[in-house]
């Protein structure tokens, strides 16, 4: 049985054992490079997302309150898609190694975002809180499901970078021409 709930486990079990033989392999760097679009148009950021499969374009355009005009995703959608889709994913992997048979599973984020420090007036947080629900159907008991949603809590890489600092290291380079 190498996929559970569309997991490949006999991948996930391969890669963990790799990295008690080798801790280092665990680190892996992500490199993103876009551009902003000068010309008027339905997209103002456009960025090439290398993966292991290919390469990804996504394209954001800001909500026409912040100078976009709402063609595409914004930014924040893309925060909270990667959100959604990392827990999810992380919950789906954990659950499958403790041997749980998902039926469905679906999750929604909320957050309720305050603009004003974007635009200067004030320094209240541009968001206090991000609500994540899940939605399990499954036969496995209960309490094995609760499991597996601390564990998902607790090892998902998105929802870690949310709830400790990260130190930010931005870098300016100026040139003319």
Known sequence: MARKNNVDLEKVRAFEEGL?????????TQVIEGEWVLEEGPVQFRAKIPFEGG????????????GG?????????YC???LASCYTATFATVASMLGIELKRLTTKV???????????????????????????????????????EALAIERCPVVFTL???????????????
């Open 55 to 66: 390469e990804a374009v996504f394209e954001t355009d800001s909500p026409s309150f912040m």
């Open 20 to 28: 008690k033989a080798d801790p280092s392999k665990a680190r892996k």
């Open 80 to 82: 909270f898609y990667g």
């Open 163 to 177: 709830k400790n600092p990260v130190r930010f290291t931005p870098s300016l380079v100026v040139s003319r021409g």
């Open 110 to 148: 909320e957050a309720d975002v305050n603009f004003s420090r974007v635009f200067g007036m004030g320094d209240a947080p541009v968001m206090e809180e991000v609500r994540v629900t899940l939605t399990v159907v499954s036969d496995a008991p209960e309490e094995r499901i609760r499991e597996a």
């Open 69 to 77: 005009g709402g063609n595409r995703p914004g930014p924040m959608h």
